[in-house]
């Protein structure tokens, strides 16, 4: 198992690398939209290739931290209803969410995306507007995105394993919503 677990952590410390730097591109995004949006209504003036540029800025930056995000137990559920479990039953409840769709919707999704990725690469696809960005790259970004969500998802199943084995402490929340909501749904005190 600890081997298994130094696997873990080496998925961990690589996708919350990429998940990291590639958030940044959010704020990059904004700074070239004002900049465009400036340039265009102060000197009439405006390239395609740069709004597309925001579009793969805001791609990178939605696909590329997706594992970084379920890493970092930020990903949607259902916290109100989650809270009311007991340990066990949520553990059972990640372990088949892992289990049966998350790992088989990441491998069917980088198995039908490598050979759109791949078509467009060897036709050197273009973007339709004119001035327009080549669309390859990006379409490449979808198979690897979600190869990168996929080992995240073994992380997480071997993580929970070895919580429900007793070979790791569950890990406490760093901050975000999930404490916040999960006392909201605990019944007040008088």
């Known amino acids: ?27 990059l995004a904004a700074v070239i939209s004002a900049g465009n949006a400036i340039i265009r209504k102060l000197f009439d003036t405006s390239s395609n290739a740069w709004l597309e540029l925001q579009w793969w800025m805001f791609a990178i930056a939605f696909l590329l931290a997706a594992p970084w995000t ?10 109100i209803v989650s809270a009311r479990l007991s340990q066990r039953t949520r553990n059972i409840i990640e372990l088949i969410g892992h289990v049966f769709f998350l790992l088989p919707a990441a491998a069917l999704i980088i198995y039908t995306s490598w050979n759109y990725a791949a078509i467009s690469w060897m036709q050197n696809e273009q973007s ?53 909501v999960t006392s909201a749904a605990e019944p007040l005190k008088p």
């Open 1 to 27: 198992m600890q081997a298994l677990l130094s696997l873990s952590r080496a998925i961990d410390a690589l996708n919350t690398w990429i998940g990291r730097t590639v958030a940044w591109l959010i704020v």
């Open 70 to 79: 379920l890493k970092d137990n930020e990903h949607i559920r259902i916290d």
């Open 128 to 180: 339709k507007d004119a001035g327009g960005l080549p669309q390859w790259p990006i379409k490449w970004l979808i198979p690897l995105a979600f190869a990168l969500l996929f080992a995240q998802g073994l992380s997480e199943l071997i993580k929970r394993i070895a919580i429900m084995r007793g070979d790791m402490e569950e890990p406490k929340p760093k901050g975000g919503y999930h404490e916040a």
